[in-house]
C-alpha cells in the first residue's frame, strides 16, 4: 500500500505524521469495511496526509492474501517518515 501513498514530505510537519487505520478485507482480498482513521486529528498536513493514505488502501485493491485467509479486520499505522524516507 505504501507505493501508493503519495505524499508532498516537504510540508511542514508531514514526515511527523503515523495515521492509523482500520479496514476490514475478506477472504478474496477485498475491501469490506473502511478504510478508516481511527484516531482523527485537525490540521491542513494532518488532512492532506489521511486523505492521500485513504486513496491509496483503495488503490492497493485486491489485496494479495493468503490461502485460508477468513474475512477480518486489520488495524494498522501508516508513518509517514517511512514513506518519506527516500525522498
Do not use: Y
Not at 1 to 13: A, F, K, Q, S, V
Not at 29 to 51: C, H, L, M, Y
Amino acid at each position: 500500500m505504501t507505493r501508493h501513498w503519495i505524499l508532498n514530505c516537504d510540508l511542514e510537519g508531514m514526515r511527523d505524521l503515523s495515521i492509523p487505520v482500520r479496514v476490514t478485507i475478506t477472504s478474496g482480498g477485498r475491501i469490506s469495511s473502511g478504510p478508516t482513521v481511527t484516531d482523527q486529528r485537525s490540521g491542513a498536513t494532518w488532512r492532506t496526509a489521511s486523505e492521500a493514505m485513504l486513496r491509496a488502501v483503495r488503490a492497493a485493491e485486491p489485496f494479495d492474501v493468503p490461502d485460508g485467509f477468513e474475512t477480518q479486520e486489520i488495524n494498522f499505522r501508516f508513518r509517514a517518515d517511512q514513506a518519506c524516507a527516500n525522498r
